[in-house]
């Protein structure tokens, strides 16, 4: 791989059955990047994203992360490799049962040998690297509104010091002015922690001011790929009309 790509995927084929999601996707997501899956619903945007964080088999081609073949790599390696990243799900689900500051603690208890007081001291600060006050470490998520949900489950997702952070759709069912904020959130992460990020969206916002590249997917293909300059000056109407 270039030296700055952080992940590639080649040629991917998914086929469920005799369903055929994905028929040869490829493109590249540099380090440092913002980078977007976009498409229309059922496209395969999730699908892909699970693709690459090893919960999906891809049926050909490859998806490369980290330097590592995620598609061929072995069960120990897929360990050491899951731990270098974070993600928040679409219906970011935090466990109900526990307080934010356990649910934050949780990787660090199974993957490291820190000791309880440092590692409560750490997801403290996950929690203000998020913008939550210290107060909500004791409360528990059914208390918390749904931007503050997907704060704490974006510090969760930051436990281990993820180099990639992968989101699907962040933002959705966010009201306006918290889902502007939690895009603010994401920049300043990959501005301060350098962090390599992958989100799907649809959010036109977040599309707009948030991704420094991204791919349309559509026809089981990579429609485009790049930024929103090289869309708008693309003389394909159909594209040029995907954000409208
Ligand atoms: N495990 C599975 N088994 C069978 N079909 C699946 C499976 N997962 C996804 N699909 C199908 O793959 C297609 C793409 O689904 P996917 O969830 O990736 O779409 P999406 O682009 O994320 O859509 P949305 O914007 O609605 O979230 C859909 O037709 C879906 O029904
Ligand atoms: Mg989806």
């Known amino acids: 791989m270039k030296n700055g790509t952080l992940i590639e995927a080649k040629d991917v084929i998914t086929r469920f059955g005799r369903h055929t999601i994905h028929e040869g996707v490829s493109f590249k997501i ?27 088999k891809i049926s050909e081609g490859s998806i490369t992360i980290l330097g590592t073949n995620v598609t061929t790599t072995s069960f120990k390696m897929a360990e050491r490799l899951r731990r270098q990243w974070g993600v928040l799900f679409q219906f ?30 750490s997801a403290l600060m996950k929690l203000s690297m998020v913008g939550l006050p210290s107060k909500v470490a004791t409360m528990y998520p059914s208390e918390l509104s749904g931007g503050m949900k997907k704060r704490a489950a974006l510090a969760r997702a930051l436990a281990l010091d993820p180099k990639l952070l992968f989101l699907d759709e962040p933002t959705s069912g966010l009201d306006p002015q918290s889902a502007r904020a939690f895009d603010e959130l994401i920049v300043t ?19 707009a001011n948030v991704l420094d590249r991204f791919i349309i997917l559509g026809d089981k293909k990579v429609l485009f790929e790049g930024t929103m300059a090289s869309l ?13």
């Open 189 to 207: 992460l990959r501005d301060t922690l350098g962090i390599t990020v992958v989100m799907v969206t649809h959010d036109k916002e977040t599309i």
């Open 92 to 121: 970011g689900a935090l466990f109900t049962s526990l307080t934010i500051l356990e649910n934050v603690s949780i990787a660090m208890k199974e993957y490291t040998n820190l000791p309880d007081w440092l590692i409560e001291k």
């Open 30 to 56: 540099s380090k440092g990047e913002i980078f977007g899956l976009l498409g229309g619903s059922g496209s395969g945007k999730t699908t892909l994203l699970r693709e690459m964080i090893l919960l999906q």
């Open 232 to 244: 708008k000056e693309t003389h394909n109407e159909a594209l040029k009309n995907f954000l409208s």
